[in-house]
């Protein structure tokens, strides 16, 4: 069975910029997370979605946004990019509910100009 | 979620078994214990979970004491492949609410095997 893929794999935006990142869940997930990864704050949730409804949300301001698409496929959206959301993203699927293991994707690397 | 405690750093001899320690003294009876480690600049790899009992697979041996404070992952001849930070999480067995789809990462055990 194939894993979490992520797309892409790397990216380069300048300040201000908005971007999206996609998420492919393994085959039969119906639920996503998606955590930022950073040097000094090390991994922090986003958010989880389950059958299209985001169902948790960490403490990201209102710029952070995601969705979830009824293949189960997931985007998340960072618009008016600053420096400091220079990241790995990374999406997680588990089967169906959030007490199943998640299993991670390879993460997308974002760099802010 | 019950917080996690583990050594900030660890060395294991290639061949030899790498065993990372992890307290979760204030851990609930419905909290299971999770092991994930990262390999540099990638995704974090599931190792293995455990609620009460000792568990094994392929990858590693968990095992959790008594009182369920602490565990130990055990990885019993470790390569350089291993190399990686590993990570112990602890979280309730029927996540829901704020808790959906939440995993807490702490700083997790830098493991460095040598040659």
Redesign the interface.
């Known amino acids: 069975k194939a894993g979490?893929t992520q797309t892409p794999r790397y990216l380069i935006k300048t300040r201000g910029q908005q971007v999206t990142l996609s998420c492919s869940p393994i085959s039969g997930h119906r639920?996503?997370?998606w955590?930022q990864q950073t040097p000094g704050q090390?991994?922090?949730?986003l958010?989880?979605?389950?059958s299209e409804t985001q169902?948790?949300k960490?403490n990201f301001p209102g710029r952070f946004s995601g969705r979830q698409f009824s293949n189960s496929r997931s985007e998340m959206n960072v618009s008016t990019l600053e420096l400091g959301d220079s990241a790995?993203y990374?999406c997680?699927s588990?089967a169906q509910?959030?007490?199943e293991?998640?299993?991670?994707?390879?993460?997308t690397?974002l760099l802010v100009l | 979620d019950a917080k996690t405690t583990q050594p900030p750093s660890m060395d294991c001899a290639e061949g030899r078994a790498a065993n990372l320690p992890c307290n979760h003294s204030t851990i609930s009876g419905n909290e299971y214990v999770y092991w994930y480690r990262q390999i540099h600049s990638q995704g974090p790899q599931y190792i293995i979970h455990g609620l009460k009992n000792n568990e094994t697979n392929e990858m590693a041996s968990l095992i959790i004491t008594e009182d369920r404070k602490s565990s130990t992952l055990i990885l019993p001849h470790a390569t350089l492949r291993d190399t990686a930070v590993y990570y112990c999480i602890v979280r309730v067995a029927n996540a829901g609410g704020t808790s959906y789809g939440k995993l807490t990462f702490g700083q997790g055990t830098i493991l460095t095997v040598h040659p």
């Open positions: 979490v639920s996503v997370s955590y090390g991994l922090q949730f958010f989880e979605y389950f169902r948790n960490g790995l990374l997680a588990s509910g959030s007490w293991t998640q299993y991670f994707g390879p993460g690397r």
